[in-house]
């Protein structure tokens, strides 16, 4: 039965990142330098950091070396991070969602165990899922109703060569820790099918492009993957499984945790804005107790809270496939529906939060300026929120794409 009380357990985990945050990763996120919204480099050494207390390997199971979180306590983990610093949550919540997916359900034994070991030791090994081409469409447009593309439309080609293993050359783009992964997984095309292949990153014909800070909107870390008869053996393809589960049309794996990111980012606005109008006199009295600023307040909290909700149900949804049919919730994408709230809400309350900062708010130096342009970018995050509401107006109609 779904319910929202959280356990020991989780609150612990969730406590402990809020404390590693608020002494390591926030005094130095909202120095002056790191405040641009462009030219800021990851903060590496708060990746590593972070990395240290087990938040890499989150989701790999217990027995593995991993902490077996479900997806809702990855969301709360994301949150905390986020409340930081943006980057550093967003690295690390792809490489522990994509793991656990990954080591735990796709990957064969023999896989496992020529990957898990390193993952598990080295701090510095990241994952990235190298999908998106130049020539995906972006929008699903008017014919949202319709299929786009067949399974030819992948120009990443791999073919089999004499020695047993798969040729690869085709480009990535935008990919998310690219410049951080040790370990791609790649959708390729293999003779007019969609097929998932592992690449490690330091396979000849490898290349990786970071893309510049002022070159387009991200978090993280991004960047473009070049293979050139690139070969890796073909034990290093996934079974059909992973196609449906990484790259299908409702591949939501990552997506609760993509918005508590984005609440952590409006928490954190909200918060900054609680503080300072705490300590700003204004007629004679502290600006929290103007009626205006305390009703702007209270919406941004309420606004909070209905976000929180909304990812909590969907995290909730993803550790329970089964809900749909048992009837423990509604036969609507809830995924989809909490990036659309979070998204436009989120928006909303960091901008709302700046308002309290009179001028103040809009100051390079000053961390709401960058709050904005974070929570700005989620609307268009992946395949954006206009997408999001055509797919689950398809989902009213009845249509699938499945």
Not at 74 to 82: D, G, K, S, Y
Not at 100 to 112: A, I, P, V
Not at 223 to 249: I, W
Request: glycine content about 8%; aromatic content about 6%.
């Amino acid at each position: 039965m779904y319910n929202l009380r959280i356990s020991e357990e989780q609150v612990a985990i969730r406590d402990s990142v809020r404390e590693f945050v608020a002494g390591e990763i926030t005094p130095i996120a909202i120095k002056p330098e790191r405040l641009e919204p462009f030219d800021v480099p990851l903060a590496k050494d708060l990746v590593d950091a972070a990395g240290t207390l087990g938040l890499r390997t989150l989701s790999i199971l217990e027995d593995a070396g991993g902490a077996s979180a479900d997806t809702l306590t990855c969301c709360m983990v994301a949150e905390e991070l986020a409340a930081g610093d943006v980057d550093v949550a967003t690295v690390l919540a792809w490489t522990s969602t994509l793991g656990g997916l990954l080591f735990n359900e796709l990957m064969n034994d023999e896989q496992r165990g020529r990957f898990l070991d390193d993952f598990i030791t080295d701090n510095d090994y990241h994952l990235a899922l190298a999908d998106r081409e130049p020539e995906m469409e972006t929008s699903l447009g008017i014919d949202y109703h319709r299929e786009s593309g067949d399974d030819t439309s992948i120009s990443t080609i791999a073919t089999q060569n004499g020695d047993g293993g798969l040729v690869i050359n085709g480009t990535k783009i935008r990919i998310s820790n690219a410049p951080l992964a040790k370990l791609f997984a790649v959708l390729v095309n293999i003779d007019g099918r969609k097929e998932v292949v592992l690449v490690p990153a330091d396979t000849n014909g490898v290349t990786i492009n970071e893309t510049p800070r002022n070159g387009g909107w991200y978090h993280g870390s991004c960047g473009d993957v070049t293979f050139s008869d690139c070969t890796v053996p073909s034990t290093n393809m996934l079974d059909l499984d992973a196609v449906h589960k990484l790259t299908g049309p409702y591949a939501d794996f990552m997506l609760p945790i993509l918005q508590a990111i984005n609440l952590g980012v409006g928490r954190a606005a909200y918060d900054a804005a609680v503080d300072y109008s705490s300590v700003r006199v204004q007629g004679g009295r502290l600006i929290i107790e103007h009626q205006a600023i305390g009703a702007k307040l209270a919406e941004v909290a309420i606004s909070l809270e209905m976000v929180r909700n909304a990812v909590w149900r969907a995290a909730w949804t993803c550790d329970n496939p089964d809900s749909e049919s048992d009837g423990n919730a509604p036969l609507l994408p809830q995924a989809k529906i909490s990036q659309v709230v979070t998204a436009q809400s989120i928006y909303r309350a960091t901008k709302d939060s700046a308002e309290c900062f009179g001028a103040m708010g809009v100051m390079r130096d000053m961390p709401l300026q960058k709050y904005i342009h974070v929570s700005r970018v989620f609307l268009h995050t992946g395949d954006g929120v206009s997408d999001a509401k055509l797919r689950i107006a398809e989902v009213i109609s009845g249509h699938s794409r499945e």
